[in-house]
């Protein structure tokens, strides 16, 4: 992820009264373990978002390893083997097998990004799967506003 924005990040997610929405940097270890038990390989922008806020608020909840306590206990591994669950037999299954969960909208939907670093969102109510983003870095700057 580019400098500005991680400047940006730390700047809001490190002030005194934003302190809930940062968690706790993910280690090389966790992020190793998580992949391997995921089958999956993480984008690099991703990786260096959770190593430096672990799960944090950046105009969504991004979940990682140890989130910020706004952002809720479920870990990318909890989210992934869930949301796979939920839709196996869907047409989303097969892509949600190569890819990771790492945010949910406010109507409960899950947002991934897939092998190709794509961040793309699933909704329950219509069946459809939509793009989102070209990449997570691309997501952040989207939705990410300081107060």
């Known amino acids: 992820m580019n400098e500005e924005l991680m400047g940006r990040l ?7 009264d ?14 190793a373990s998580a992949q391997e038990q995921l089958n999956v ?6 990786v260096h978002f959770i190593q430096k806020f672990g799960g944090a608020y950046a105009g969504l909840a991004v979940h990682a390893f ?11 591994v909890d989210l992934t083997l869930d949301f796979r669950e939920q839709f196996k037999g869907s047409p989303f299954a097969e892509v949600l097998e190569r890819s990771y969960v790492i945010a949910m909208d406010g109507s409960g939907d899950p947002i991934f ?7 793309l969102i699933c909704y329950h109510d219509n069946g459809e799967m ?15 506003l300081e107060w």
């Open 10 to 16: 730390k700047a809001f997610l490190y002030r005194e």
């Open 41 to 46: 390989s993480f984008h690099a922008d991703y």
């Open 130 to 144: 939509k793009q989102l983003a070209d990449s997570f870095e691309t997501l952040i700057e989207d939705c990410f």
């Open 18 to 31: 934003n302190l809930s929405l940062v968690g706790i940097a993910a280690s090389q270890e966790e992020i």
């Open 66 to 76: 140890s989130n910020g306590s706004s952002i809720g206990k479920e870990t990318v």
């Open 113 to 119: 990004i897939n092998p190709a670093g794509q961040v």
